[in-house]
Every structure is written in C-alpha cells, then in structure tokens.
C-alpha cells in the first residue's frame, strides 16, 4: 500500500479520535440540514458532502439512513435537556430552543408527531423514548399556572406546534412556529440553539424570535 507523505517528507498527522468525533458532529449538523432543505429522503451522498467528508467516512459512523436520522434526534433531544437544565432557565427559554430544532430539522418534526401504534419498528420505538424525554424535559419547567400544565396539553401543543413548521426557508419556518405559539396563547423565549461549551442559549444578546 502506499503511504503519502507531506511535501517535505514528513507523514500526515493522524488525530485518531479527535478527528473521528469531529467528523460525527459535522455529519449530524450537515444531516440536520439537508433534511430540513430536502426531507428525510434526501441521499446521504449529499450528507457526506456538505459535512466535508467522504461516503466511507460516513458509513463508519452511520451504517444505514436510520442510524443518521436516530443520530440527529438524539443530538436534538440533547440539546433540548441540556436548555432544561442550565441554571435559571424558565419554560420559555426551553421552548426557544426546542422551536429552534422543529425548524431546522424535519427528522426532530416526524419525531414529534409519533403516535404510538402497534407493530412498531426499532427506530419508531426509539423515536417513543425520545419523545417522553423531550416531554420530561419540558414539564420539569411547567408550574400548576401554566396554560400548557394541565393533562396532555403540553406535547398536544407541541404536535401542533410541529405541524404548522412548514415553508422552504428558515425565517418561514420560525414565523409559522412562533405565529403558532402565539395562538396557543404561550410564550416563547429567544429561538436559538444551545451553546455546546456553556449549555446555555447561545448569542445572549438575540431578541426573541431572532435568526441565529
């Protein structure tokens, strides 16, 4: 096999894990997107693509489509627990961030809108766990006052929340999903992801509804 070299004669760095989970998380972020442009049919070669990296690569990470949209589920679910547990956040500002992935990822809207019936796949049975942790998150920031406090309102709303998230573009979404709230009567903190090195809201100084 031949090895290549640098120019001046010396062997490529190789960053072994670092480099692997770098590559993970570009891949997770570049399907988050390219499900949210073209659905969760979208190829994985575009994935790869826009994540920089090779098909090989890809497939050493994510053997087959279910496990890149079960990837970025959990990375969304994550991210809406870490919002839930940064010190002083409210109910709204949870909400924020979970809004924020239902308009940036189509696989976290389908998630959204599992309705538990017989003969479930694997994946759907995941999507299940992943739904109640979503809604465990929430409800831990819920008072007895809160319009959305009683019974199954809170993931009611939310479904119906998801089910209004529909437009080619970003600002489109995010309207159509804050007009939503609006209606429902329910505020809604800055629409942001979460800062992965505070795990907090990131860009404190973004108005409510603001573009990241």
Do not use: C, K
């Not at 942790?133 to 309102?153: K, P």
């Not at 629409?191 to 409510?208: E, F, H, I, S, Y």
Request: charged fraction near 20%.
């Amino acid at each position: 096999m031949t090895e290549h070299l640098m120019p001046d004669g010396r062997r490529p760095a190789n960053h072994g894990p670092r480099a692997a989970a770098r590559n993970r998380a570009a891949l997770v972020s570049a399907a988050r997107e390219i499900y949210a442009e073209f659905g969760l049919d979208a190829p994985l070669s575009a994935i790869a693509r826009r994540a920089g990296v090779g098909q090989g690569v890809l497939y050493r990470h994510f053997p087959d489509r279910a496990a890149v949209a079960t990837a970025v589920l959990e990375e969304n679910v994550r991210q809406v627990e870490q919002a839930a547990e940064a010190e002083g956040a409210t109910i709204a500002d949870v909400l924020g961030v979970l809004t924020w992935h239902l308009t940036e990822s189509a696989a976290f809207i389908g998630l959204l809108h599992v309705d538990g019936a017989g003969g479930r796949s694997g994946v759907l049975a995941h999507a299940l766990v992943l739904s109640e942790r979503v809604e465990r998150a929430l409800r831990g920031h819920l008072t007895d006052r809160h319009r959305l406090g009683a019974g199954n309102d809170l993931m009611i709303a939310v479904a119906m929340v998801s089910g209004a998230v529909t437009g080619s573009t970003r600002e489109e979404r995010r309207h159509r999903a804050l007009a939503a709230w609006r209606l429902l009567g329910v505020e809604v903190g800055p629409v942001r992801p979460l800062d992965p090195l505070r795990a907090v809201p990131a860009w404190p100084g973004t108005p409510p509804g603001a573009a990241p």
